[in-house]
C-alpha cells in the first residue's frame, strides 16, 4: 500500500503516512487518472503534481523496478475530456474533424520534444507508451517536481540542488509545457522560501509567547535569544516572495459539529477538496460532522483532500435493535407465596398482586418463558395497588437472568406503574427477581408485587 501523495509505503490501513506526514486520500476529481489505478500493469498511479492546459504529470510507482516516478500524460484540456469514475480513457469533446486532427498534432508534437530531451538529456525519459486513447512519458523523479509530495521532514529539502533555478524541471520538457503557467509546479529556489517562511513563522511565535509569557524560565530565554537571528537572516525581499510562496499552504480548521453543507463550502473556501464517508451515530444528528481526517490547524496544501465523516443518524441502528420481537414471559413461580396471592398475578396489570408469606426479604420471583427473549427492561408495578399503604413493597431488587448476568435496581415506593430500564439489552429466557429490601405495609407484614411486563 502506497501514500497516494508521494507513493512511498505505507501501514496496510493506515491513511497517515509518516514519510511526507499527510494523509494519504485519493484526488478523486473526474479528469484526473483514478489515483490507485495502473498503467500498462506497471505504473502505479498516484496523485497528481501538476497540469497545465495540455498535461497532467502523476506521482506513481513503477512496480517493475519499484520505485518512483513521475508520469506525464498528454491531455489537451481544451480538447478532451475524461470521467475516470468510469474509464480512464479521454475523449474528444468535439467528432468535428478539427479536434481530431489539434489533437493528433499535439500528441505527436508531445512525443517528438519527449525524445528530444531524452537525446538531449534535459530530462530522463524512462518510458514513452500509448493507452487510454492518449500517449504518456514517464521519467524519474526529481524533488522539485513534487510540491505537496514532498514531505516536511521524510525527504530532503532542495538547498543544494534546485535553489537557483537553473536546473532543467523534466516537466517543462515540452514546449507545450510551458505556454501555460504550471499550476502546482513550485521551484525548489519556492521550496526553499517556504523552509524560511516557516522558520521565521516559528521564531515569531516563540518570540510572541516569550513576550507574552512574562517570567521566562531559563529553557524559554535560551530560545528566545536564538529567534532574531533567524528571523533578521530574512530580507523584506525574501518576505515578499515568502508571502506568495505561502499562499498554496491552508492551516485545516475544526468543522466537528458543523452541519456538512457549511463544512464543505467552508473548506472549498480555503481551496481544499472534500470527500465524505456516511456512518452512523448516536450523538451527532444526520448530516453533521462527526470528525475530520486532518485535525484543525495542521498545514496543507491547497487541492489537498480531506475526508469528513458524516453522521447518518441513528434511527436505522434502532431498526436493527426493533426487530426483536417485544419478550414475553409467560410464567412466574414465587419462593414465598401467601395463599390467595398467587406469583401468576404478576403477569396481568390488574387489581390482584403476589404477596410473600411474611416481610419477602429474599424472597424471589422466576418469570419464565419459552426460549430466549430480548429483554431491555420491565414495566413494574410495586406493592398492592389495591390497598397500597397497608401491604409491604419492595424497595431494592436484583434481577437475574440465564445467560448468567444480574443488576440490581432500587423500586421507587409509588403505586404507579414504573419503568426500570437495564440501561443495556438482555438476551435471557428467564427473569429471577429478588427482594433484597423491602418496606413493612401498615397492617400486614407481606411484600407485593402487582405486575412485571417485560419490554
Ligand atoms: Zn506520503
Known amino acids: ?5 508521494c507513493m512511498r509505503k505505507i501501514n496496510e490501513g493506515s491513511t497517515y503516512c509518516p514519510h511526507c506526514g499527510r494523509q494519504s486520500f ?40 519499484d520505485e518512483r516516478v513521475a508520469v506525464k500524460e498528454f491531455y489537451p484540456m481544451g480538447l478532451v475530456t475524461r470521467d475516470s469514475a468510469i474509464s480512464g480513457r479521454v475523449s474528444l469533446k468535439s467528432e468535428q474533424e478539427d479536434f481530431r486532427s489539434s489533437f493528433e498534432r499535439g500528441k505527436d508534437k508531445f512525443l517528438q520534444e519527449a525524445r528530444l530531451s531524452r537525446q538531449n538529456g534535459t530530462a530522463d525519459v524512462r518510458d514513452i ?39 532543467q524541471n523534466p516537466n517543462d520538457m515540452t514546449d507545450i509545457g510551458k505556454k501555460a503557467p504550471q499550476k502546482k509546479k513550485v521551484s525548489g529556489g519556492m521550496i526553499a522560501l517556504i523552509v524560511i517562511a516557516s522558520l ?11 513576550l507574552f509569557a512574562g517570567k521566562g524560565k531559563g529553557k524559554t530565554d535560551q530560545t528566545a535569544t536564538t529567534v532574531p537571528t533567524t528571523v533578521a537572516a530574512t530580507t523584506v525581499k525574501e518576505k515578499e516572495k515568502e508571502t506568495q510562496a505561502e499562499d498554496k499552504s491552508v492551516t485545516m480548521i475544526d468543522v466537528k459539529g458543523k452541519k456538512l453543507s457549511d463544512a464543505q463550502s467552508q473548506l472549498q473556501a480555503l481551496g481544499l477538496k472534500v470527500e465524505t464517508s456516511r456512518e452512523q451515530n448516536a450523538d451527532v444528528a444526520k448530516d453533521y460532522i462527526i470528525r475530520q481526517s486532518v485535525e484543525a490547524g495542521q498545514k496543507l496544501q ?5 475526508m469528513l465523516y458524516v453522521s447518518d443518524g441513528y434511527e436505522e441502528v434502532v431498526t436493527t435493535q426493533e426487530t426483536h420481537a417485544d419478550p414475553v414471559f409467560n410464567s412466574a413461580q414465587g419462593s414465598s407465596v401467601l395463599s390467595g396471592y398467587e406469583a401468576e398475578n404478576v403477569l396481568n396489570n390488574d387489581a390482584k398482586c403476589w404477596a410473600t408469606e411474611k416481610d419477602g426479604k429474599d424472597a424471589f420471583i422466576t418469570l419464565r418463558a419459552n426460549g430466549d427473549q430480548w429483554v431491555k427492561g420491565v414495566y413494574f408495578g410495586n406493592g398492592n395497588i389495591g390497598d397500597f399503604q397497608n401491604w409491604g413493597r419492595v424497595t431494592n431488587v436484583r ?13 421507587s415506593d409509588i403505586s404507579d406503574l414504573q419503568t426500570i430500564d437495564f440501561g443495556r439489552e438482555v438476551k435471557t429466557n428467564s427473569m429471577k427477581i429478588t427482594i433484597l429490601d423491602s418496606k413493612a405495609g401498615a397492617e400486614h407484614e407481606s411484600t407485593c408485587i402487582t405486575y412485571i411486563k417485560a419490554y
Do not use: W
Not at 513563522?201 to 518570540?207: E, K, N, P
Not at 491547497?302 to 480531506?306: E, L, N
Open 302 to 306: 491547497k487541492g489537498d483532500t480531506v
Open 399 to 411: 434481577f437475574e437472568f440465564s445467560d448468567g448476568t444480574s443488576v440490581e435496581k432500587s423500586i
Open 129 to 167: 507508451f500509448s493507452v487510454n486513447g492518449t500517449v504518456y512519458v514517464v521519467t524519474s523523479l526529481t524533488k522539485d517536481m513534487m510540491t505537496g509530495a514532498t514531505a516536511p521532514d521524510g525527504a530532503p529539502l532542495p538547498y543544494e540542488d534546485g535553489f537557483e533555478g537553473g536546473q
Open 26 to 65: 485519493p484526488d478523486r476529481d473526474p479528469h484526473y487518472l483514478a489515483a490507485g489505478s495502473t498503467l500498462n500493469d506497471r505504473y502505479l498511479i498516484g496523485n497528481p503534481m501538476g497540469e497545465d492546459g495540455f498535461s497532467i504529470s502523476y506521482i506513481a510507482r513503477d512496480l517493475n523496478i
Open 200 to 210: 521565521v513563522v516559528v521564531g515569531l511565535i516563540i518570540t510572541m509567547i516569550v
Open 1 to 5: 500500500m502506497f501514500c497516494y501523495h
